[in-house]
Structure formats: structure tokens, C-alpha cells
């Protein structure tokens, strides 16, 4: 096959004519007899169906609503509880992962349970809260959120992973002056783990 031949200006209408429909190539044809001077002439990137472009500023599908600042998808969730000009301060806070284990986990190897965060059960959230009587505290658990507010503190904390928010428990203990909320964790693949 002779090179010359293929690379031609008229094999390349050919295999352009070839991809392209009736009203396409009307338009094509304009543009080669007609070529703007900011596309110039006939080149690799004319060859086949135009492209379209399409707007992604707002989908085709959803209604578009001139009021709406941001689409609710954009807002994280728990940005509700966040209030940047409350002057309370953020309590001190640690959070550990707990797992229940059994001497064939620890001692046999029975179960495929290791020390890592994703063999987890139970999200241990520990709040120093000094000079609070247990009566001041207002907790309120989301799935991804924990929220909670005494008369000198405030606290919003994104969880990192989703829990249970209905079989949660919380102790205040008043000698150390610490609550302990203790989450159930639900992940995506906690049926590989836990089995």
C-alpha cells in the first residue's frame, strides 16, 4: 500500500464522509470550502462526527432553580451543626476503635481478626469536659456526625466512619470529668471482616 495514497487530502474526506452522517457532512463541507481562520484548514481532528459540548454547570436532568446558591450534593453533611461565630470553646477529645476478641482471636488465630481499624466494631469517643455536670450536656449522634453542646463548650465532630446513631451509649464520669460515647460502626464491608 503506497503511503502517499493514504495520506491524502482526498482519502481523508473519504474515511471523514465514511463516519459521518447526511447533516454532518453539509456542515463539514462548509468547513472545508469555508475554513475560519481560527480552525484553519482540514486537519486529523476534523475527521468524524463533530463533537458536542455539553454543559456542566447544571445537569440535563434536574430542574434548574435561579435561587439556589449550591446544589445540596455540594454541602457536607453535618455543616448544619457548624456555627463558625459560637464562641464556646472545642472540648479535648480522643477517639478509639474498639473490637471484641476472644481467646480464639487472640490466642488460637481462629477468626481472620487483626489489630487493624477495619476489624473494628465500636468507635470509642472520649470528651473531656471540666466543671460539667452531666445534667449540661446536650448530645445529639448522625450517622456521620456527633454534636455536642454544654453551656461552656461546643463540639462537631465528623465521625470517620458512619455509626448506628440509635444504639449508641454515653457515660459521664464525673471523677475524671470525661464523657465516653461509645458508636456502633456500619461500613460498606464489615461483612468480609465480621463473619
Excluded at 473519504?14 to 453539509?26: D, F, G, Q, T
Excluded at 450536656?137 to 456521620?144: A, C, F, N, P, W
Excluded at 448506628?164 to 464489615?190: H, N, P, Q, W, Y
Amino acid at each position: 500500500m503506497d503511503l502517499e495514497n493514504v495520506c491524502s487530502t482526498s482519502a481523508l474526506q473519504a474515511l471523514s464522509k465514511l463516519l459521518s452522517s447526511p447533516e454532518e457532512e453539509e456542515d463539514a463541507l462548509d468547513q472545508v470550502l469555508y475554513p475560519s481562520t481560527s480552525t484553519g484548514a482540514l486537519s486529523p481532528g476534523n475527521i468524524g462526527p463533530a463533537k458536542k459540548e455539553e454543559s456542566k454547570v447544571n445537569p440535563p436532568n434536574k430542574p434548574e432553580n435561579r435561587k439556589d446558591i449550591w446544589d445540596p450534593e455540594e454541602v457536607p453533611e453535618g455543616s448544619e451543626f457548624d456555627d463558625m461565630w459560637d464562641p464556646r470553646e472545642q472540648p479535648e477529645y480522643d477517639i478509639i476503635f474498639k473490637q471484641h476478641v476472644g481467646a480464639e482471636d487472640v490466642f488460637l488465630g481462629m477468626t481472620r481478626k487483626d489489630p487493624s481499624t477495619a476489624c473494628c466494631e465500636d468507635l470509642l469517643v472520649k470528651i473531656k469536659l471540666p466543671g460539667i455536670k452531666s445534667s449540661d450536656i446536650t448530645l445529639d449522634i448522625h450517622e456521620k456526625v456527633l454534636d455536642l453542646r454544654t453551656p461552656k463548650h461546643k463540639l462537631v465532630l465528623h465521625l470517620p466512619h458512619p455509626v448506628d446513631s440509635k444504639t449508641g451509649k454515653a457515660s459521664f464520669i464525673t471523677e475524671t470529668e470525661i464523657l465516653e460515647v461509645t458508636l456502633t460502626m456500619k461500613r460498606e464491608f464489615d461483612f468480609l471482616n465480621f463473619f
